[in-house]
């Protein structure tokens, strides 16, 4: 097999021959079809955490060590099974994705299927803290985290479910409760999602999916161009949040696009300018939950959150239930992926290059020859 290392930070990833791994006893070896470049692939890279009030080491804070191979938006086929593994409805060459947020498999959190709530989880994360998909093989500790696809799912695009996919998933169906009880109270409900990329997009497809029928959806962005998008996708209204507006004059604009301000919001770039508008546009008992990692503080005023009964909530990937919940609604509904630009994994750190500059248009991915 060849596999992709990170050996030192910001230094090009080095391809290596390499036997395949034993296939763990509870679970799988899967050949990588798929393997998608992820901005955290970059964090990794560059061992670098933005945390808000100061910068961590991804290693250190994750207690894992290099080489590692990276990569944790895994589809492909199943190669062979563990010895323990048992009865499966699986069988070899099934079209699979992987879930990646493994944990230890023995706390109360993994044994009720939240791995990803696992504390002890690190050194299981498949492309974190164990060897991930950016190669042609990659191996998976536990079968449960081997999903089998729909025939209706196409493999590009199913690489990406297991990140972006669920944590939009997550974030969609943290808001429905309160958008149904909007709804059910006021007769009707609106959602605000701020950012317009891979991400605002999906929810977008998502929320029209799950959010009650007449739900307003507004899409902000700094750019027209991705606002143009969105409209292309179907939601109700757009806002620019870039132009000459003072930020109380762009509250007072974003919350009339709602109909008097949002029931909820999703938040996919949540820095403090992001956080601080989009909290001030958030109507009462409606729930704001971010997404976004792109560092900082916020603030905002502490009476209005409470008298207004509003929720804040940070969205970090999804569950395993999420995550087929997901496979099941893409199939179902036919979700299109975004733009998709392909690299070998000879050439994986042009492809890393290109996300860090921004030069990637929608998703990048690693293609196998299969
Ligand atoms: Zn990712
Ligand atoms: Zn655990």
Redesign the pocket.
């Known amino acids: 097999m060849k596999k992709a290392e990170i050996v030192e930070p910001n230094k090009p990833l080095r391809i290596v021959e390499a036997d395949l791994p034993a296939t763990p006893k509870k679970g799988a070896i899967v050949k990588v079809a798929f393997s998608?470049i992820?901005?955290?692939?970059l964090h990794q890279w560059e061992d670098v955490i933005d945390a808000g009030i100061q910068k961590v080491s991804m290693s250190a804070a994750l207690n894992y060590k290099l080489p590692i191979v990276p990569g944790?938006?895994i589809s492909g086929t199943i190669h062979s099974f563990g010895e323990e593994t048992g009865e499966s409805e699986l069988k070899v060459g099934d079209r699979v994705a992987v879930y990646p947020w493994a944990g230890c498999g023995d706390c109360g959190a993994c044994k009720h299927d939240m791995s990803e709530r696992c504390r002890e989880k690190s050194k299981a994360l498949v492309g974190v803290g164990a060897d991930g998909g950016h190669a042609t093989y990659v191996a998976v500790a536990e079968l449960q985290h081997v999903v089998k696809l729909p025939d209706s799912i196409p493999l590009d695009l199913a690489c990406m479910l297991p990140?972006?996919g669920v944590t939009t998933y997550n974030a969609v169906t943290s808001l429905l409760e309160t958008v149904q009880q909007a709804t059910l109270y006021h007769g009707k409900a609106s959602v605000l999602i701020v950012g317009a990329g891979g991400l605002g997009l999906w929810s977008l497809q998502i929320g029209q999916a799950l959010f009650p029928a007449g739900t307003k959806i507004v899409v902000a962005d700094i750019d027209e161009d991705k606002l143009n998008l969105a409209k292309e996708k179907g939601c109700h209204d757009t806002i620019c949040w870039s132009g000459e507006l003072t930020e109380p004059e762009l509250i007072k604009a974003t919350m009339a696009k709602g109909n008097g301000g949002f029931d909820g919001v999703m938040d996919f770039v949540n820095t403090k300018v992001t956080a601080g508008r989009a909290f001030s546009c958030l109507k009462p008992y409606g729930m704001h939950a971010m997404i976004g990692l792109f560092g900082g503080e916020a603030s905002f005023p502490l009476p209005m959150l409470v008298l207004g009964g509003k929720q804040v909530k940070g969205i970090f990937v999804g569950s395993l239930a999420q995550f087929k919940a997901l496979i099941e609604l893409v199939s179902k509904n036919k979700l299109e992926a975004p733009p998709l630009t392909y690299f070998n994994l000879e050439d994986i750190t042009e492809g890393f290059n290109l996300l860090k500059d921004g030069k990637i248009r929608g998703r990048g991915l690693i293609k196998n020859k299969m």
Not at 38 to 41: I, P, R
């Open positions: 998608g992820c901005h955290s692939d944790h938006e990140c972006s």
